[in-house]
Nanobody
Framework: QVQLVESGGGSVQPGGSLRLSCAAS????????IVWFRQAPGKEREGVSY?????????YYADSVKGRFTISRDNAKNTVYLQMNSLKSEDTAVYYC???????????????????WGQGTQVTVSS
């Protein structure tokens, strides 16, 4: 059974950091592409970051998070991480990880590409 479980969300002040985890089960995380999305209240879901399959694990980031967020994968733990630094109030959202169990996704930022989603973890950035 394919399952994605996010954790690591919380409340932080602007400029702070959080690391989100996406624990995968039912498949091998490094054999597929996995993506982080986020959805703020009243807004559409937004693709945040992508990591491709395999040793290369091509990475992409939304312009809004480039230079601040880093996606990575721990194969031993079958987990994908999103390290978020220099957080801003506009980063406040529910963060989800997703996969379609394929090795790459061309239009990775489109949420319709993914069949499997986690339940989400709330990130709140506020002073």
């Amino acid at each position: 059974q394919v399952q994605l479980v996010e954790s690591g969300g919380g409340s932080v002040q602007p400029g702070g950091s959080l690391r989100l985890s996406c624990a995968a089960s039912g498949f091998t995380a490094d054999s597929v592409a996995i993506v982080w999305f986020r959805q703020a209240p009243g807004k559409e879901r937004e693709g945040v970051s992508y990591i491709g399959s395999g040793k290369i694990g091509t990475k992409y980031y939304a312009d809004s998070v480039k230079g601040r967020f880093t996606i990575s994968r721990d194969n031993a733990k079958n987990t994908v991480y999103l390290q978020m630094n220099s957080l801003k109030s506009e980063d406040t959202a529910v963060y989800y990880c997703a996969t379609d169990l394929t090795i790459l996704i061309r239009n990775w930022w489109r949420d319709g590409e993914y069949a499997y989603w986690g339940q989400g973890t709330q990130v709140t950035v506020s002073s």
